[in-house]
């Protein structure tokens, strides 16, 4: 070890008698330290971007369901309501449809003058079960037990709740709490977010032809979009980006352009079938946008770093 020393001692002092040979190695020695080293610190700061879009992502994802849980609780609310009222408990065990129906109409109406526009509620009566609903308000019949996700009615697709109406045991009928899965958009731009729901094309023939004549548009792919729900720059993106694009989203789970980061979450219905995607994001213009708060720490992180490397190489030499 002592030998190995003395010749590198050796070999340095040599070296250094060659004042050409010797300014060469140090400029290789260094370009390929700080070559290395910026290496090094970008794959560092990429990961770190990577994964704080993915955070990201689990964080949209989160928040979309804890939004449409929310719903859930407040239809169980509007539902509480209605076993409150005694007189129509009474109408729908003496299947008083004329009675009920006036009440219902009554909370709808209520629920429109407060702003409720996209939610309504509807009562069906056990009596004529089999030959006049489908298949969800039936199964709430025959089993007892509620039912709450999401559905592609003939008017359009909904957040719902089915929950029977219970007396002695006996299912009086079920009621139906409903509200536009769209209006979650609202929701979610009280916190700059976007928000966007791609509809499968083969979930189309669920919708009544007033539904969707005219009102839905190709995006990419199967998925189509009610155009005049959303704002047309976030879902035109997405046309722009492409086959290729959409691909890296559904991979990668993000996507992040010149314009915007994209997220997204496959929906699926009542019967666990999957009929959509929503697209969740934000605008990356702004200092206060994520993504340039992401991409103004990193490059300041790696401005430093750098500077740090430079500085220890020439102190080495």
Partial sequence: MFSFIKMLEN???????????????LSVISIVGISFSMYILMTMTENVSKEVYVRMSETYNTNLVNRINR???????????????SNLITAMEQNNINAVDTVINSYNENLKKNG????????????????QYRNSINSV???????????VLNDGIFVILIEPILKDENVLGVLEVKESIHTLK??????????????DQKMLAKLSLQAKTG?????????????????????AKLIENGKDGFKQLLDVGYLVDDTYYKTYKKISDINGATIGLVILGEKIEGSGAFVNIVDKMTKTVTTVALGLVISILL???
Avoid: C, P
Avoid at 186 to 199: E, K, M, R, V
Avoid at 215 to 235: A, H, M, P
């Fill in 141 to 151: 019949i025959t089993n007892k037990n509620k039912i709450f996700g999401i559905e």
């Fill in 215 to 235: 009102k839905y548009r190709d995006v990419i792919d199967d998925y189509k979009i009610e155009e005049q729900k959303y704002d047309g720059s976030f879902f």
């Fill in 11 to 25: 070999f340095l002092r040599n070296l250094k008698k060659k004042k050409g040979l010797w300014f060469t190695t």
């Fill in 186 to 199: 609202a929701q979610f731009q009280q916190d700059n977010a976007i928000f966007a729901f791609l509809l």
């Fill in 116 to 131: 409720f526009d996209e939610m309504s509620i509807k009562y069906y009566t056990s009596s004529n079960q089999i030959n």
């Fill in 315 to 317: 102190f080495m030499f």
């Fill in 71 to 85: 719903k859930e609780q407040n239809f169980k609310k509007i539902i509480a309501s209605v076993y409150s009222n």
